[in-house]
């Protein structure tokens, strides 16, 4: 696509606004710059995948930074998620590349994942399971959803925060732990990632390479709001956050569901 100042412009706000909105949750907001990117600026596939994950990480030590200064980073959660997405984002990216180049399949695929995700935690916030509260996976069941969350994050460039963050928080952990640890694994799996395509793009033709100023743009917005939406964190009730966090699980799938159906 061909760069000007505009479309730097519209990056840098949409990485901002999208950040404010996701980084309480533990989302990066990768997953909303994707339709951005596909449908309003034009980045060819596959190589949107690798600009969001450059997104993710310009965009990502703003919320980690605040997370840090506030005592909120860190714990066995992040080391478990960062074990298991990190390698699952190596093989998700050799996926991307050589079985689903198409728009149209990557599109239904995200709908898939976040559009039953969004409902079940939002149905489980609204109408909590009487006999007894849900219990926080096992460390084991833990570092394996990570290692698939990594796998689709490495396929469709958002990190795995948007995935992992509606299952732990639908399976009872608290939003403020569960926050934190999704960033942070989102942050280093991205750097992963990046890297993971910046190599293939050397052996491989076709767009495989990041969109490096856009990506760059993105993420210096994402930076700022990241920021700002990690210091409202703890000034928002955690029903509000867990219902956030649906709403955006759940709206992202039911457009990519829309989109991928035209």
């Not at 080391?79 to 984002?89: H, N, Y």
């Not at 939002?122 to 460390?139: E, F, H, I, K, V």
């Not at 395509?197 to 709001?225: E, F, H, K, R």
Request: aromatic share 6%; proline share 9%.
């Amino acid at each position: 696509m061909e760069w000007s100042w505009a479309t730097g412009a519209g990056g840098f706000a949409a990485g901002f606004l999208i950040s404010v909105a996701t980084a309480p949750v533990g989302v990066s907001g990768a997953v909303f710059l994707l339709p951005v990117q596909v449908s309003l600026l034009g980045v060819p596939s596959p190589a949107v995948t690798p600009t969001n994950l450059l997104y993710n990480v310009v965009a990502g030590p703003g919320a980690l930074f605040r997370h840090w200064r506030a005592g909120r980073l860190g714990g066995p959660l992040t080391r478990l998620l960062v074990a298991g997405t990190v390698p699952g984002v190596v093989l998700g990216a050799a996926i991307r590349v050589f079985a689903v180049p198409g728009p149209r399949v990557f599109r239904l695929l995200v709908a898939a994942l976040l559009l039953p995700l969004g409902l079940w935690l939002g149905l489980r916030t609204l109408r909590p399971a009487p006999a007894r509260a849900p219990r926080p996976p096992s460390p084991r069941a833990t570092r394996a959803l990570a290692l698939a969350v990594g796998v689709a994050g490495g396929v469709y460039g958002i990190g795995g925060g948007s995935l992992l963050g509606p299952v732990l928080v639908g399976r009872g952990s608290p939003v403020a732990t569960v926050a934190p640890a999704a960033l942070a694994a989102t942050f280093v799996t991205s750097v992963v990632g990046a890297a993971t395509y910046a190599l293939l793009s050397l052996t491989t033709a076709g767009d495989v390479a990041p969109d490096w100023l856009l990506g760059l743009s993105c993420g210096a917005g994402g930076l700022a709001g990241g920021y700002l939406g990690a210091h409202l964190q703890p000034r928002l009730p955690e029903t509000a956050l867990r219902l956030l966090l649906a709403a955006l699980a759940t709206g992202v799938g039911a457009l990519y569901a829309v989109q991928g159906l035209r």
